[in-house]
């Protein structure tokens, strides 16, 4: 029988390393000392100041590739804390520290699932790699794409991917993401006259202008998306005018956004309805547009399908598909994968202070990934 003991202090070791985005501090030196010796073999591939991992056992099809990611968002206040978030404390059943969720507790329960099977079946047919990144959570573009392009150089393929995102909602397994809304940032600079707010008449506050553009802006009925996405929807991230006066009338104000669109709607016609609104309301404006991702959705299929079959034996329960929640580097793998499905541990508390993780669900989350390596791999 699979021993799953270890994923715990895996957990531990890899929250004690305070990776915040991009740096990596030696997760993924800790991470290749478990590989290394089972007979991975690893492929370091920095870029920038993030740290970058292919390691594979094995040869041939299919290639199941396990995706994660070392760095964690910051800590915050030390104080918010009931306890030190980097101390890897253990309390009253639960794994306490930044990362615990998102995703170090995940990486963990691959690692160990990943050594067991190696220790149980060493001549299974195919290839067992693992993507890890350390740019994640922040400047994405340097980590899981600069894999990917090695992978594509080389002649590499991925048959099926498992992300160890914080996945399920109530318990381990019942949620799988199947696929993600795109991405899409902007900044817009709306431009008035200055003057003194005791004469309005010789200004041109662009404040007031910009608030009647928001009114009609936020009302926008985006798209019809299918069933399997939300509907595409906009949020105001900051707006600023850097008038430190309280008696002057500002000259401009800007402010950023973000659109997460369903494949309903293209980027391109975002950006024209939100011109055509512009010009609509008079508006002397700058903008400019940053896409961080398209959306994609994996089609049932192979990995679905073991999905399904390992967690309902395991857990007992029917897994339901979601698209919610942010991005993640699925968007990066899904264009060189046909399957690439997230199943990772229960993702409250992640980013948040006191983030925390039931121990007994890295044991859970650890039993499916092995099981899952043998559907998939035997």
């Not at 553009?213 to 850097?242: R, V």
């Not at 010009?279 to 700058?286: A, F, K, S």
Request: hydrophobic share 35%.
């Amino acid at each position: 029988m699979a021993d799953f003991s270890a994923v715990l202090e895996l957990a531990q070791a890899l929250i004690a390393i305070p990776s915040i985005t991009p740096e990596d501090k030696g997760c993924q030196e800790l991470i290749k000392s478990k590989l290394i010796p089972l007979g991975f073999t690893c492929h370091d591939l920095p870029y920038e100041n993030a740290h970058n991992l292919w390691a594979t056992y094995g040869s041939g099809s299919p290639v199941v590739v396990l995706a994660g990611h070392t760095d964690v968002v910051s800590a915050g206040d030390d104080t918010d804390w009931d306890y030190p978030p980097f101390a890897a404390t253990i309390d009253n059943g639960y794994l306490h520290g930044r990362g615990a969720v998102d995703m170090k507790g995940g990486l963990a329960a691959q690692l160990t699932a990943a050594m067991a099977f190696i220790n149980d079946y060493p001549d299974f047919k195919g290839t067992l790699a693992f993507l890890i990144t350390s740019a994640e959570e922040g400047p994405s573009h340097i980590g899981t794409p600069i894999v990917l392009d090695h992978l594509k150089r080389s002649g590499q393929s991925i048959d099926y991917c498992l992300i160890g995102e914080p996945s399920s909602d109530k318990q381990v397994g019942d949620t799988l993401r199947v696929g993600r809304r795109g991405s899409l940032h902007g900044q817009l600079t709306v431009h008035g006259k200055a003057g003194h707010v005791a004469y309005p008449h010789l200004a041109d506050n662009p404040i007031h202008k910009l608030g009647r553009f928001i009114h009609d802006w936020t009302e926008i009925k985006w798209d019809h998306p299918p069933e399997e996405f939300p509907a595409t929807t906009l949020q105001i991230t900051d707006m600023s005018t850097g008038n430190t006066m309280h008696n002057v009338i500002p000259a401009k104000v800007s402010l950023r956004f973000n659109l997460r669109f369903s494949p309903a709607i293209t980027p391109q016609e975002i950006k024209e309805k939100t011109v055509a609104l512009l010009e609509h309301h008079g508006l002397r404006h700058e903008l400019s547009w940053s896409l961080s991702g398209d959306p994609f959705l994996t089609q049932p299929g192979t990995l679905l399908a073991c999905c399904d079959k390992v967690i309902e034996q395991l857990r007992h329960i029917t897994p339901q598909r979601s698209t919610a929640g942010g991005t993640s580097d699925g968007r990066f793998i899904a264009k060189m994968c046909p399957e690439v499905v997230e199943l990772g541990l229960c993702h409250s508390g992640m980013h948040e202070s006191n983030e925390c993780v039931r121990i007994s669900d890295l044991t859970d989350l650890s039993e499916i990934y092995y099981a899952l390596l043998k559907e998939l791999l035997l």
